[in-house]
């Protein structure tokens, strides 16, 4: 009241306080990114949302960079010395699979790196249908698998980044064929070495069968249900994580087959529970390789798995209390007419950080495929904010066969594969099929998935097809 009657006397109105909210938009918008909140809607410029903490927009571009040798179902890992690898079908010694080490981390200022098959010992191991590498994030264990046309799979591995290496040892057993595998490692101390190793692969089963290791590769326990017994899910899991407490997941069709479920082990392979992801509404791709969603934990052990639906868009969700309840399924392409996608990757860095890979093709040119990258700094947020880059530029797609993300296609094979460094970098290992030459992809402008506080990583000169 007393407010009230000063302001009579003196004559003067109440004047509003204005608090000018920060420009987030205080930058060019390449070309080739969006940024888009879930279901594809347009966030660029958008001055009406509350964009605050780690929920706002950074500048990013896409590109990628050429290992300069051809390569087939790219699996790939980082080391903690930052050394960087990928597989490379048929190009090793004496027509062994390569391991080929690109010494991209750290490039800035202008294009100068150099890629080198760091994959040499006295007697390599015959070149495979399949081959796999895996590099533990806790020990730098680098590890290859392969697998020889069905029949069984070899292992070897290098705790010296390839000057040396250790084995074969066997990891089959012989009443199951052998294919499709996927390799991880957990934090979980086995007994005779600091993490516990893990295989899967789709077999003599209705579901994948999972081995172990306790020793660090050297010998594996036998093959098991990789999934509870009577479950029918089929044999082809995607890409097998091991967490940072120690649990390991992988995900394909759920058990009764009408949508997709994690798979969680929290002893190393002796058990597993199913977790039903939310499908319901999204539905499963009807694809070759429908069998398969993706899984990923990040630092602190949150797990994110990534689908194709029914509609070839992809999906996501999330669990925080592994993978006991999920997240509502989110769209997560960006606003520009994608057909169709296909290949989904997924890795995550610190707690709130996730990417995506995967390959699209746009309405009205629907031969043409191209490469995309998709993260959030701020997952859990209600309303994340989604930043999408085109890791080719126009002109330069990396595969025009008809159908190419539904079916195998050149070097794509039957999966992509996907990490974040220790930086918080992304890197994609995918294929440029037309040049068939193996690929790393990444944002050569864009922020650390590493860190409490969301900086900017330091730029890197773009690639394209002058690394081809």
């Given at each position: 009241?007393?407010?009230?009657?000063?302001?009579?006397?003196?004559?003067?109105?109440?004047?509003?306080?204005?608090?000018?909210?920060?420009?987030?938009?205080?930058?060019?918008?390449?070309?080739?990114?969006?940024?888009?909140?879930?279901?594809?809607?347009?966030?660029?410029?958008?001055?009406?949302?509350?964009?605050?903490?780690?929920?706002?927009?950074?500048?990013?571009?896409?590109?990628?960079?050429?290992?300069?040798?051809?390569?087939?179902?790219?699996?790939?890992?980082?080391?903690?010395?930052?050394?960087?690898?990928?597989?490379?079908?048929?190009?090793?010694?004496?027509?062994?699979?390569?391991?080929?080490?690109?010494?991209?981390?750290?490039?800035?200022?202008?294009?100068?790196?150099?890629?080198?098959?760091?994959?040499?010992?006295?007697?390599?191991?015959?070149?495979?249908?399949?081959?796999?590498?895996?590099?533990?994030?806790?020990?730098?264990?680098?590890?290859?698998?392969?697998?020889?046309?069905?029949?069984?799979?070899?292992?070897?591995?290098?705790?010296?980044?390839?000057?040396?290496?250790?084995?074969p040892s066997v990891a089959t057993q012989i009443y199951s064929v052998q294919d499709h595998q996927t390799i991880a490692s957990?934090?979980?101390?086995?007994?005779?070495?600091?993490?516990?190793?893990m295989f899967c692969i789709n077999g003599n089963a209705p579901h994948p069968l999972c081995s172990s290791s306790q020793d660090?590769?050297?010998?594996?326990?036998?093959?098991?249900?990789?999934?509870p017994i009577t479950c029918n899910s089929g044999g082809l899991s995607a890409h097998l994580v091991g967490s940072v407490d120690?649990?390991?997941?992988?995900?394909?069709?759920?058990?009764?087959?009408?949508?997709?479920?994690?798979?969680?082990?929290?002893?190393?392979?002796?058990?597993?529970?199913?977790?039903?992801?939310?499908?319901?509404?999204?539905?499963?791709?009807?694809?070759?390789?429908?069998?398969?969603?993706?899984?990923?934990?990040?630092?602190?052990?949150?797990?994110?798995?990534?689908?194709?639906?029914?509609?070839?868009?992809?999906?996501?969700?999330?669990?925080?209390?592994?993978?006991?309840?999920?997240?509502?399924?989110?769209?997560?392409?960006?606003?520009?007419?994608?057909?169709?996608?296909?290949?989904?990757?997924?890795?995550?860095?610190?707690?709130?950080?996730?990417?995506?890979?995967?390959?699209?093709?746009?309405?009205?040119?629907?031969?043409?495929?191209?490469?995309?990258?998709?993260?959030?700094?701020?997952?859990?947020?209600?309303?994340?904010?989604?930043?999408?880059?085109?890791?080719?530029?126009?002109?330069?797609?990396?595969?025009?066969?008809?159908?190419?993300?539904?079916?195998?296609?050149?070097?794509?094979?039957?999966?992509?594969?996907?990490?974040?460094?220790?930086?918080?970098?992304?890197?994609?290992?995918?294929?440029?099929?037309?040049?068939?030459?193996?690929?790393?992809?990444?944002?050569?402008?864009?922020?650390?998935?590493?860190?409490?506080?969301?900086?900017?990583?330091?730029?890197?000169?773009?690639?394209?097809?002058?690394?081809?």
């Amino acid at each position: 009241m007393l407010s009230a009657s000063f302001a009579g006397c003196f004559g003067e109105d109440e004047k509003e306080i204005v608090v000018e909210k920060p420009d987030v938009w205080n930058f060019e918008r390449s070309e080739l990114t969006w940024y888009h909140f879930p279901d594809a809607v347009d966030a660029w410029g958008n001055e009406s949302f509350n964009f605050d903490g780690r929920n706002v927009p950074f500048d990013a571009v896409g590109s990628y960079y050429g290992i300069g040798m051809s390569t087939f179902e790219p699996t790939m890992g980082i080391t903690q010395s930052d050394m960087m690898v990928m597989s490379s079908y048929g190009n090793g010694p004496a027509g062994s699979t390569a391991i080929i080490s690109c010494d991209l981390i750290g490039m800035q200022d202008v294009l100068d790196y150099s890629c080198e098959n760091i994959y040499d010992p006295f007697l390599p191991i015959a070149n495979s249908n399949d081959p796999y590498i895996y590099v533990d994030p806790w020990t730098s264990r680098i590890m290859k698998f392969d697998m020889h046309a069905l029949l069984g799979m070899t292992v070897e591995w290098s705790d010296d980044e390839g000057s040396s290496w250790n084995g074969p040892s066997v990891a089959t057993q012989i009443y199951s064929v052998q294919d499709h595998q996927t390799i991880a490692s957990s934090n979980m101390p086995a007994l005779f070495h600091p993490t516990t190793w893990m295989f899967c692969i789709n077999g003599n089963a209705p579901h994948p069968l999972c081995s172990s290791s306790q020793d660090g590769g050297a010998t594996w326990g036998p093959e098991t249900s990789g999934a509870p017994i009577t479950c029918n899910s089929g044999g082809l899991s995607a890409h097998l994580v091991g967490s940072v407490d120690g649990n390991f997941y992988r995900g394909n069709k759920g058990c009764s087959g009408d949508g997709y479920s994690v798979f969680r082990t929290t002893n190393a392979g002796i058990s597993w529970t199913e977790h039903v992801l939310p499908t319901t509404e999204t539905g499963i791709a009807d694809t070759w390789n429908a069998e398969e969603a993706q899984v990923e934990v990040d630092s602190e052990g949150n797990v994110h798995a990534m689908w194709m639906g029914l509609d070839n868009m992809p999906y996501w969700s999330y669990s925080v209390d592994q993978g006991d309840t999920w997240s509502n399924a989110t769209m997560i392409a960006p606003p520009i007419n994608l057909s169709g996608t296909g290949f989904p990757v997924v890795v995550a860095g610190d707690a709130g950080t996730v990417a995506f890979g995967y390959v699209g093709e746009t309405e009205g040119d629907e031969e043409t495929w191209n490469a995309y990258l998709t993260y959030a700094t701020d997952a859990f947020n209600e309303t994340p904010l989604l930043t999408t880059v085109q890791l080719n530029i126009e002109g330069d797609p990396i595969d025009i066969e008809t159908d190419c993300g539904y079916n195998r296609c050149g070097g794509l094979g039957d999966f992509l594969d996907i990490r974040v460094d220790a930086y918080g970098r992304t890197w994609f290992s995918l294929s440029h099929n037309l040049a068939d030459i193996g690929i790393f992809a990444t944002f050569s402008t864009g922020p650390s998935l590493r860190g409490e506080a969301i900086t900017m990583l330091t730029p890197m000169p773009l690639g394209g097809q002058q690394t081809l």
